[in-house]
Each structure stands twice: as structure tokens, then as C-alpha cells.
């Protein structure tokens, strides 16, 4: 099993990155090979001597975390995510993370692996927290303006995801709409709505931006615009209320003592709802094992991404999701 | 100063709406005029006497919540929210309230009211509580397929609103999307950007979900799809939280003795984030101030509400809406 990763990308990189990488390897069967430049990863790495179960890519360029992706994979054939995938499609590592620029991962996975067959539209796969265990949300970002028959394949990847690496059975997949009668939300929805009705998936319906933390569905699916909101719009959440939590309460006596006495069962809530417990997020639909994780992946993030990582390999979820997407074939 | 209220209403009318409506007027120079079954409303208010600056209009029909709302609107002629509404378009009330059906409200309103000159599409303007102020999130639902356009009007409209009733100053208004940069987001906000990059209005670019409660932003303009799931997500979220942390709390000594101390604290910071302190949501776009109010509404929203709407009315917002929109007529 090995396992390549960005070690240029993401805002904490290549320091970030490094030490998530040694922590991910430490006691388990995992080979991480850091993909960057060899200079910066030495520095990260603080020694000469490379840690076992590591190997360095060396490779000169980075693509920015604000570059335009294409433009930046154009000039800079020999970048250290498009370098990561090329060991991929080479059968080199088994999968490829990244935390830099999504797009770039995005485009240079589709240009290098290809997707896989029946599949127009990859989509990334975002792994949220809710008080009955995970849901996975579909597109969170890879296509802001899709057609009916999108949405269907990103349920159909979701569905292959979730019951093989997630382990739910028969998962139940929701339409983010506005309401829950299929006459309710845009004209996509409403179109998509019958694809699904028709498909043999477990679809239950819509469901509405209220649903998607309740648990009650395992898959939620979207375009990639509305994806990305709601995704970003429950992160800008969390934040705020875990500011005005601690704020109201240093704010007075009984308050700061409550902080003291709250502070372990306070700490694991905010651990429930902290992405980084949660590793990245798997860009569905590309010919190979992709994982886009948060820009701003602290060590832990890194980590658990690996990690996780590493489990969708061992359950070969690319060949499910494969064989799953035959009977969907246009 | 007369507000209309439908009495009909609402998860829990009729009595939370005749209820708020009592608080409503208490003390201050309100009248209320209650619209819905004489019967029902009599029984609410527990008394044959109608208490002063409250006057009951009598109509028989009512639009479920549930109901489709052309079809209901169109079977039963003297519904409510209808009642309400003619009785603004006749200057007997300067504004209607309704926590009921609002797909039904919004289309009573557009046909019975019309819309402002220069408006082709009303938009439900929620106002959200952030750590700095109110935010204006437009269009919350009244259109889920927009035009670059409408979204142009919202903002405008939106700006009217905020800086008359919100008195906030020049307010900054952005655009939802998933990116800073221009060319992110998709096709309809990469062409609504160039319109707001040309008009006189304060904009400051495009906004990412996260920053819906940062407060950085005055007014927040997306379509209606996303806006509703926006709006309902962050509601669900809050809820969530609220759960989590109350469940840890209790399952610890400490987390016990900290949830007694920090009753008060956390009683002010759910209070912040809580829809009921906000009054309702206003339909701009239409000639009459309209208030759309969350189907659940407590006493508390709907007293809220009340005198919020009363504020807008003595703000003479429509005239100043329909003043700033002569500027954008097509």
C-alpha cells in the first residue's frame, strides 16, 4: 500500500503535510511517498535521513492555492500534484491527496486518469459529521452547473462509496431541494427528481438544507454551486457558534467557571463536528483513488486523510463503484 | 398604524398568532387587525370582548400549509391570507403578516398587490442575526430559477431596504458563490457579477458561504434555490449544535454542574442566533409591505414580527424601494 501525497499543497505545506504523513505511517502498513519539492520536504523533515515507510518525489513546480488550475497545469507540466498522479497512473502508489488547490487536483485528475466509464461529470464527495454517524454530500464543488443525468451518477458513486467504504447498508439518498414534493425546487431538481424516482437506488425523496446534519439519509445530492455553499455555510456556522459560546461565556463568573467544568464535554463536541477527524474528501468518478483534502489540513488532518485513505484502497472501492456504474451506462 | 395579520396562519394558529398579536399592540400605538374564522379567533382569545387595537375581519377559507398554493388560492377566493391582502390593496391596512402557506402569500401578494415598477421577480428577504448585526440574505425561496437580472433587483432592492429599516449605512453587498474571484461560481452569478460590477451599488464581490454570518457583508444576494437551503441549513446546523452540546454537557458531572452554571450564558447566546428575535422575513418587490414569518412561529416571532413590520410601515420603505428602482428600470 502506498500512498502519494501533494506535499506542496495546502496552506500549512509542506510542513503540514510531512509531519501528518509520519504521524499517518507510524505503527501501520502504510507507505506515503511525498510528492514536492525535495529541498522544502527535507527542511519539513528536519533531517537528512528519510523516516521508514516514507519516499520523496522530487519534482520542481507547485501550483499556487490561488492559481487558475488549467492555466497553471499548462505552464507547469511537472507539478507536484500533476507529478502525484502520474505515479498513480503509472500503478506506482495506489492513491494520490492533496490539500492545494481543488480545482488543479480536479483537472489534472480528470486529464491524467481519465474517468471512469459512464461517467461525465466527476464529483468530490464531502464526508460530514451528524449525531447518527456520517453523510456523505455530492458534488461539493467539481461542477457548478450540471444536468439532470449528473446528479444521478453522483448518487450512483455516492451510493457505491458509502456502502463500501462507509459500510451502510442500502444507503438512503436524498435530492437537496426545497421542499419535499417532487413538485418543489429548481428545474434540475425537479428533472433529476424522475431519474432517480426510475433508478433502483434507495431514494427517498428531497430532502431539505435542514436534513443534511440529522443523519436521517446517508447521501445527499447536489450541484456542485449549491454543494459548496452549504458546505462552506456549515464550517462559517460551527465557527460562529463555538465564538459566541465562548465569548457569552467568559463574559461572566458563572460563565468562565461553567467554561472550566465544560471544557472536556465542550472539547468533544467541537471534535464531532471538526473536519479534520474526518480526513478528506474522495473526488469520485476518475479512474483511480483521489482525495482532496481542506486547504487550510492542520497535521491531524493529514493524518486521518491517509489513514482513511488507506481503507478505501484495502476495500477497493474504485472497482466497486466501476461495476456499479455499468448498469447506469448511458 | 394597521397591520393585518393572518390569524389562520401558521403551525400553531390560531392561538400563538392571536396571542403575539395581544403582546404585539401592548403599550404601543399599534393596531392589529385579525384576519381568519371569527370563530376560531374568538376562541383563541378566550373572550367574547375583542381586547383595544385589536379588530377582527372575518372570512371563512384558509390556505393549508401544505396546500399548492395557485390551486388553493385559486379554489377559495376568500382564504385568509387573500382577505389580507385585499384589505392593503384597498387602504384599510399598511401591511399583512403571515406565518402560513408562504408559496401561497407570495402568490397572493404578486396578484393581488402587484409588483413595483421595474421588478419582474419579488424576492423573500430574510434578515439573519451575525456576531457584527443583521445580515439581508435575498431571495430565501419566492424564485428558484433566476435570471442575472433578478438577482441585480434583489440587491437593489435589498439595499433600499437595509439602509431604511436596517439604518445601516451604504450597506456592502455581495454576491453568494464559491470563490472570491470573479470568474468562479456559476453561470448565472459569473453573469450577475458584471451587472453589479457596473451599477452604483456598494459591492464588494463575491462572498463564500462561510461568510454569511461574519457580518463582513450587509446584504448577501443569491437565487432563491440556494438561498432556501442556505437558510434552512443554518437553522439545522444551530439545532444541531444546540443538541450536541446539551448532550455532552449532561453525560459528565462536570458537564453538569457546567450546563447549571452556564444556563444563563447559553440562554443569551441561543437567543442571538434564534429567528423569533427578528420578526419575519420581507417580500420585496411587491406594491405593499408584505411579512413572510417562519410556519413555526411562536408568540414571541409573531409579536416580534409585528412590530418589526410596524417599523418598516413608519420607515416608509416601499416609497424609498420604489424610489431606488427607478434608476434600474430596464
Redesign the interface.
Known amino acids: 500500500m502506498n500512498v502519494a501525497v501533494d506535499a506542496m499543497g495546502g496552506d500549512y505545506a509542506p510542513e503540514s503535510v510531512v509531519q501528518g504523513a509520519i504521524e499517518a505511517v507510524s505503527g501501520l502498513d502504510i507507505h506515503v511517498t511525498l510528492v514536492g519539492h525535495e529541498k522544502a520536504i527535507r527542511e519539513a523533515l528536519g533531517t537528512n535521513r528519510t523516516p521508514d515507510h516514507i519516499s520523496l518525489h522530487h519534482c520542481e513546480g507547485v501550483v499556487g492555492m ?1 492559481e ?1 488550475p488549467l492555466k497553471a497545469l499548462r505552464k507547469k507540466k511537472d507539478s507536484s500534484i500533476s507529478e502525484a498522479l502520474g505515479l498513480l497512473k503509472n500503478g506506482q502508489v495506489d492513491a494520490v491527496i492533496s490539500a492545494g488547490n481543488s480545482g488543479a487536483t480536479l483537472a489534472a485528475a480528470v486529464l491524467s486518469l481519465g474517468r471512469i466509464n459512464g461517467v461525465e461529470r466527476p464529483g468530490i464527495a464531502s464526508i460530514l459529521p ?2 447518527r454517524g456520517p453523510v456523505v454530500l455530492i458534488d461539493v ?1 467539481a461542477n ?2 450540471c444536468r439532470p443525468a449528473h446528479l444521478l451518477h453522483f448518487g450512483v458513486m455516492a451510493d457505491a462509496f458509502s456502502s463500501t467504504c462507509l459500510a451502510t447498508k442500502n444507503p438512503k439518498i436524498g435530492l ?3 421542499g419535499e ?1 417532487g ?1 418543489k ?3 434540475l ?1 425537479r428533472l433529476a427528481r424522475e431519474l432517480f424516482d426510475k433508478s433502483d437506488l434507495n431514494f427517498v425523496g428531497n430532502v ?7 443523519g436521517e439519509v446517508d447521501i445527499i445530492v ?5 454543494g ?14 463555538s ?3 465562548e465569548n ?2 467568559k ?2 463568573i ?2 468562565r ?6 471544557r ?3 472539547g ?2 467541537k471534535r ?2 471538526n473536519y479534520e477527524e474526518y480526513g478528506g474528501a474522495p473526488l469520485l468518478g476518475v479512474r483511480g483513488i483521489v482525495i482532496i483534502c481542506h486547504g487550510g489540513s492542520s497535521v491531524k488532518a493529514i493524518k486521518n486523510a491517509i489513514r482513511s485513505t488507506a481503507g478505501y484502497v484495502n476495500d477497493r472501492v474504485l472497482e466497486k463503484m466501476r461495476f456499479r456504474l455499468e448498469d447506469y451506462k448511458p
Chains 1, 2 share one sequence.
Open positions: 490561488d487558475s451528524t449525531e464543488g457548478v452547473d437537496l431541494s426545497i414534493e413538485t425546487g429548481n428545474e431538481v431539505e438544507g435542514r436534513d443534511i446534519f440529522t447536489c450541484d456542485g454551486f449549491v459548496n455553499v452549504a458546505l462552506k455555510l456549515s464550517e462559517g456556522v460551527v465557527k460562529m457558534m465564538r459566541l459560546i457569552e461565556l463574559s461572566s458563572l460563565g467557571s461553567a467554561r472550566i467544568l465544560g472536556k464535554p465542550i468533544r463536541f464531532r463536528l
